[in-house]
């Protein structure tokens, strides 16, 4: 099967069927189809901080859902998944995993469908640069699994957070939570403007059990520019404003526990 070699975390993104785009300065001499996909050894994660603030904020909610895994816990050095390739041409879609909307002219947009991961990743495997060959029949693959994507839901007054182990085990009366405002703000954010729903309990969920709390008035969306304090990680650049790159926040503080 024909393989292409990933930095992480976009080849695990890739392969949760998160990031439907890859960027590439060339395009296959014909369409590969279904490709395998490698993790490389390099990882971009060491570089965190000099990514756009749209990836950086999504990929840290992907985290908090528990559809990514954290960058400790990403394989690399191995075959991991695989992905179809739909179509490759200089049209990003909008995608938010383009390169931007002023479509790079060098730029080829890859545009991916069909994502599974390896129950168990191929390990132990060099990459190389552009498709290249590895000794697999697409006829008979290791088991793999695709990843039911989940995130923030907002039912009238009420927000659930799907969210991992390490935070539900830290969860307790009179606390708070943040979240970064990528996609969410579509559910948490009043039409048109950064500006956050009149929310009144938040429920966070893990492996099938709830915990819900009355939310207090100090919730709140916050808003970082690039350099503040509490800027972490630092952001230096925007896909969408280019003289405005910023962080956005929603600041969830609750009280007692709604049993």
Known sequence: MKVLSVQQPW?????????DVENRTWKPKEMPGRILVHASKKCSILTMGKE??????????EITFGNLPDFPEMPDGAIIGYV????????????????????DERLYYWHLKDAFIF???????????????YDLDENNLPATHQVKL??????DDHVFIPVIKDIWDKLQPNGSFAI????????LCLPDVYDLKPLKTITFIHDGQ?????????????YYTD????????????????????RNIAYFIWGEELK
């Open 227 to 246: 350099g503040s304090e509490d800027q972490n990680p630092a952001m230096y650049l925007s896909l969408l404003n280019p003289e405005d790159a910023a």
């Open 210 to 222: 709830q915990r819900s709390f009355a939310l207090r008035p100090e919730t709140e969306w916050k």
């Open 119 to 133: 129950d168990e990743p191929i390990t132990g495997v060099k990459g190389k640069l552009h498709l290249w060959d």
């Open 11 to 19: 080849a695990s993104l890739i392969v949760a069927g998160i990031k």
């Open 150 to 155: 989940v995130g923030v839901e907002v039912e």
């Open 52 to 61: 756009p603030v749209e990836w950086v904020q999504e990929i840290l909610n």
């Open 180 to 187: 970064e405002l990528g996609s969410p703000a579509v559910e």
């Open 84 to 103: 179809t390739v739909d179509s490759v041409d200089k049209d990003n879609a909008s995608s938010i995993w383009a390169a931007g909307e002023s479509n």
